[in-house]
């Protein structure tokens, strides 16, 4: 790609995926223009740039777009979220007029956007989320940060409170909703096993998966799609069906840690091997020269 900047516009914090796209991008010496909260393209030199790339952040407002037409480059917008935010992701990729629409997940609902789609999942961030502990020597035997509250989480609260159940009286058991960072790379790099479940009828391959997984964990997660794409099961993570297979399977690893351990870190590696946000910035450049007819 002969012009190696990319605009980015998004509300930045600390653990968005922006942020850790951003930074994968300026690690392999893709220059950032960042926008976080109003650009003008009537204002903007354009001619070293390769692409806008705008980023879903919806614990941020919308960032305000002028002089649309004028952004003679291509134009992408990677999307989070599923269901629960479709109609306002739809009005944004409108708005922003943009090329292709880049899917962390949801790909059935990419029939809604009245522009081209690729799958664009989240990765691993190696430099919070990489923690190689072995699991003999962490203290927490189950973990899950995450919401239960609302009823698109009902089913996970009933796992949860099964695994309380069974686990609680002779393990440690870590479960919190609010835990970011540092600190939840520190709670997962101290876990011998990560819990994931999806929320109630939206399917999304989310960034806990990716979390604890490279914090070197193992990964115990109901099936959603295209994890097959990505890894597979009984090498990469294990996958529950129902809440009684889960029972099952979370009991048998605890007290097969040599196992455990083979499989979180084959996990582990396939993730840094494959999956970080510098194959993610990689494959953005590759999408982008797709559209710049290189």
Not at 76 to 86: M, S, T
Not at 155 to 181: C, E, P, Q
Not at 221 to 250: A, G, R, T
Not at 258 to 274: K, R, S, V
Request: aromatic share 10%.
């Amino acid at each position: 790609m002969l012009n190696k900047k990319i605009i980015m516009c998004y509300g930045k914090t600390n653990y968005t995926p922006g942020r850790y796209l951003e930074d994968g991008l300026r690690a392999i010496g893709v220059t950032v223009e960042l926008y976080t909260r109003t650009i003008d393209f009537a204002k903007i030199d354009l001619s070293d740039c390769a692409a806008v790339l705008f980023v879903e952040s919806p614990s941020k407002p919308a960032i305000k777009v002028h002089n649309i037409d004028m952004a003679g480059v291509p134009k992408l917008f990677w999307v989070h979220h599923g269901e629960n935010r479709i109609t306002t992701n739809m009005t944004l990729a409108k708005k922003y007029d943009v090329d292709v629409v880049l899917m962390a997940h949801s790909l059935h609902l990419s029939k809604k956007f009245a522009v081209p789609t690729r799958f664009f999942p989240f990765a691993m961030a190696k430099d919070i989320f990489n923690v190689t502990t072995e699991l003999k020597n962490r203290n927490i035997d189950i973990a899950i940060v995450g919401s239960n509250d609302s009823e698109i989480y009902q089913n996970r609260s009933i796992a949860t409170k099964k695994l309380k159940k069974v686990f609680g009286d002779n393990y440690n058991l870590s479960m919190n909703s609010r835990v970011y960072l540092q600190q939840l790379a520190k709670k997962y790099g101290d876990s011998k096993i990560v819990f994931n479940h999806s929320a109630n009828g939206i399917k999304s391959l989310n960034m806990r998966l990716f979390e604890g997984m490279g914090c070197g964990a193992l990964v115990i997660s109901d099936y959603v799609p295209p994890m097959e794409e990505m890894f597979i099961d009984k090498k990469h993570y294990i996958c529950f069906k129902n809440h009684d297979e889960l029972i099952d399977k979370v009991d048998y690893y605890l007290n097969h840690l040599d196992e455990a351990q083979e499989i979180a870190t084959a996990g582990y590696e396939h993730l840094l091997n494959h999956h970080t946000y510098e194959h993610r910035a990689q494959e953005l450049l590759s999408i982008i020269e797709e559209f710049n007819g290189s």
